[in-house]
Structure formats: C-alpha cells, structure tokens
C-alpha cells in the first residue's frame, strides 16, 4: 500500500527550514528518500533502515520511527538547489529481500531567493 | 561511469504497436527494477529482478513483459500499447535489494495516441 506523504507541496525562502513526512499503514523494513528535479531521474539520498535511526546528509537529515511506521526528512537552512519533488519509497517488512519499494506520491519543494 | 543506462529516450507509439525498453546498467547490480512514473501517482513497480534469469510482477504488470537474461540488461516490452501505457518510465538497479539505495536511468517518455 502506497504510503502518504504530507505536506503534498511547500514553498520556502532560502535559508527557511523544511520537514517532509511520510507514513505507511504496513510494518516497514527500511524508509529511502529520493528527490527528483524536473525531467531528471530521481536521485538516492538517505536510507533509513528498522531499528529507528537518524541519519544525516550535509543539511538534510531524517528519521525513521519504526513502531509508528512513519519517517520525517528535515532540510535545514535550505538552498535553491533543494528544490524538486522529495519521495520516500517504503519496503515493508516482509518483502523477503526483493528490495522493492513503494513510493508516495512525492512532496514538491519550492526554495525562492 | 555509465551508471543505468535508458534506451530510447522519447517514443511514440500507436496503440496496438509493441516496443521494447532496454535498460543497461555497468555496476554489476543484482537487483534491478521497472517503474513508471504518471502525474500525482509517484511511482509504481511495474516488474523486478532480483537476478539474472529471474522475474517477478510488481504493483502494475497487466500488459507488460520483462526478461532479464544477462546480469546487466532489463528489458521492458509492451506487446499491444494502450493510451493507458502513455508515462514516463524509469529503470532502477540496487546492489543486492535491502539496504542498498536505487541508482535510476534517466527514463523513457513513451506517448500512445
């Protein structure tokens, strides 16, 4: 099941921070964030993986809460080059090593200067 | 420094017609993914890999086909287009599926009229 992200869009100045949330109703392995700048392929970021740790990405970072099946990414003091569509893609638990994931249906980031 | 590798780019199609993606990728990745992309739906697994001489159906296979006979290529075949097969379509590999992040191509945009 496609997990839901929120906001679906947010507009920023630069220097702004930002957090991007993303929950599934399945019992997850691991969490990836990707983010996809328009017409380009998706790009990989970060990934989180069951056990519920933070990791971190020059001035992104992100979280990972397992028993609530939920992960946030922050960006902070945010860039023009952060801009794009943010996706986390979820693979659940009993995906059996297959690797696949389910993405949600992606958060646009707008940084203005 | 190839990475994953999309051919063609841009296609169009009339509806009934076949075609075949080829994704390529130079990484020695085992795992290896099909994906389109559609307007607010993020994107969804249309068939994987997880090796060489195998296949399994993902989210969206209804009127897709894959085969994967060496390691490096991924082939994507649409035996009868429908205007509903008109997306953007972007082949993903991972080294050995869990814990590993996505490398994508830089994707297809295939219309059907």
């Known amino acids: 099941q496609q997990p839901v992200q929120s906001p679906q869009a947010v507009i920023l100045r630069e220097g702004e921070d930002a957090v991007i949330n993303c929950s599934s109703s399945?019992?997850?392995?691991?969490v990836h964030w990707y983010r996809q700048k328009h017409g380009e392929a998706p790009v990989f970021l970060m990934i989180?993986?069951?056990?519920?740790e933070q990791k971190g990405h020059e001035k992104i970072s992100a979280s990972f809460n397992e028993k609530k099946q939920q992960s946030s990414l922050y960006l902070t003091a945010s860039q023009l080059s952060y801009s794009g569509t943010y996706f986390c893609?979820?693979?659940?638990?009993?995906?059996?090593?297959?690797?696949?994931?389910?993405f949600g249906q992606g958060t646009t980031l707008q940084v203005k200067p | 420094n190839a990475g994953v590798t999309q051919t063609p780019k841009f296609r169009v199609l009339k509806t009934g017609q076949s075609m075949t993606l080829l994704c390529a990728q130079d990484m020695n990745h085992e795992y290896m993914y099909w994906y389109r992309q559609d307007p607010g739906m993020g994107l969804r697994l249309i068939h994987y890999?997880?090796?060489?001489?195998?296949?399994a159906k993902g989210e969206v296979p209804d009127g897709y086909n894959v085969s994967r006979l060496k390691k490096q290529n991924f082939l994507l075949g649409l035996e009868s287009a429908a205007p509903s097969q008109t997306s953007v379509y972007f082949c993903?590999?991972?080294?050995?599926?869990?814990?590993?992040?996505?490398?994508f191509g830089s994707g297809t945009r295939l219309t059907v009229v």
């Open positions: 989180l993986l069951k056990g519920g």
């Open positions: 893609g979820t693979e659940e638990g009993d995906s059996s090593n297959t690797g696949k994931l389910i």
């Open positions: 993903a590999s991972s080294q050995t599926g869990r814990n590993y992040g996505y490398t």
């Open positions: 890999s997880v090796g060489e001489g195998t296949t």
């Open positions: 399945k019992a997850l392995y691991s």
